[in-house]
């Protein structure tokens, strides 16, 4: 994996799994869609000390909306987001404990696990999203050491001077 540049994702990881993927990978590593348990008291969720680690490794921890993973204490299928005061403000407290852990913010992102698929590589971002009627994919030359797009073109999937619809 590691000559061929691929990138270690931890999601769904149990904690021995992710130790040992930790212990015996020294490629590149991130968490496309986990929270803090800290905050969301499940397994399923990174550590404060995994956090340390992967921020360490340069790793990005995307945030999940999904809301088991948002608050301690909700049961699939039988919470529901009014018993918690669920909003979306909630994302926001574990993108700080990141934050804070880490000094900075370089280490988070948004993760939803909607559908989306990101591959990054020493030149390219390519985005794929699949949707019921149709799938696409845009890809955006972008340089590895300047963070992806975030205008309203990237978002939209619209084509602009800085990416190409294919």
Do not use: Y
């Not at 987001?81 to 913010?105: M, T, V, W, Y």
């Not at 009627?133 to 030359?141: E, G, I, M, N, V």
């Amino acid at each position: 994996m590691e000559r061929l540049g691929i990138i270690l994702d931890v999601t769904h990881l149990c904690d021995e799994s992710m130790r040992d993927a930790l212990d015996h990978f020294s490629g590149p590593v991130w968490a496309s869609h986990h929270n803090c348990r800290a905050l969301a008291n499940w397994n399923r969720q990174l550590t404060d000390e995994q956090i340390k680690e992967l921020v360490q490794r340069g790793a990005v921890i995307g945030m999940a909306f999904d809301a088991i993973m948002m608050v301690h204490g909700w049961h699939h299928k039988v919470s529901k987001p009014q018993d918690f005061g669920l909003r979306i403000e909630k994302i926001c407290e574990h993108i700080d404990h990141i934050c804070q852990l880490s000094g900075n913010a370089r280490h988070v992102g948004i993760g939803t696990e909607i559908s989306t698929v990101a591959t990054v590589s020493s030149r390219r971002l390519s985005i794929s999203t699949a949707s019921p009627t149709s799938q696409s994919s845009t890809t955006f030359s972008q340089n590895a050491a300047t963070p992806p797009p975030t205008s309203p073109e990237f978002s939209a999937g619209t084509s602009s001077a800085s990416c190409a619809k294919t």
